[in-house]
């Protein structure tokens, strides 16, 4: 499985942005997959993940509403809309697939280590 992700670039505060993560190679409907970020001298951190079956969604607190999840099923695409965007928000941020995470749920997957596909991240700067 490879995973391409994009979108990245400077916003100001409050500003918006859309992050794609392409999937191909072997993807099924039984994933689930994440977005995690990295700052700089920080350990990578969960964003939120989706459940690429039906689509039900988890986030972590900091998102507060401000970012979302979807998938585009014919297009083996996952996004991340990002909204009120502050400038903490500035890493560098990463897509995931874990293949057999349908069945759990969804807050008991948010380790990186749960992940075995990664996609080479987009950085994503906010400006104050």
């Known amino acids: 499985v490879q995973l391409q992700a994009s979108g990245g670039g400077l916003v100001q505060a409050g500003g918006s942005l859309r992050l794609s993560c392409a999937a191909s190679?072997?993807?099924?409907?039984?994933?689930?997959m994440a977005w995690f970020r990295q700052a700089p001298e920080k350990e990578r951190e969960f964003v939120g993940n989706?459940?690429?079956?039906?689509?039900?969604?988890h986030y972590h607190d900091f998102v507060k509403g401000r970012f979302t999840i979807s998938r585009d099923n014919t297009r083996n695409t996952m996004y991340l809309q990002m909204n009120s965007l502050e400038p903490e928000d500035t890493a560098v941020y990463f897509c995931?697939?874990?293949?057999?995470?349908?069945?759990?749920?969804?807050?008991?997957?948010?380790?990186?280590?749960?992940?075995?596909?990664w996609g080479q991240g987009t950085q994503v700067t906010v400006s104050s």
């Open positions: 190679g072997g993807f099924f409907s039984g994933y689930v």
């Open positions: 989706i459940k690429w079956s039906d689509g039900s969604t």
């Open positions: 995931a697939a874990d293949p057999s995470g349908g069945p759990f749920y969804l807050p008991y997957l948010e380790g990186p280590y749960k992940y075995d596909y």
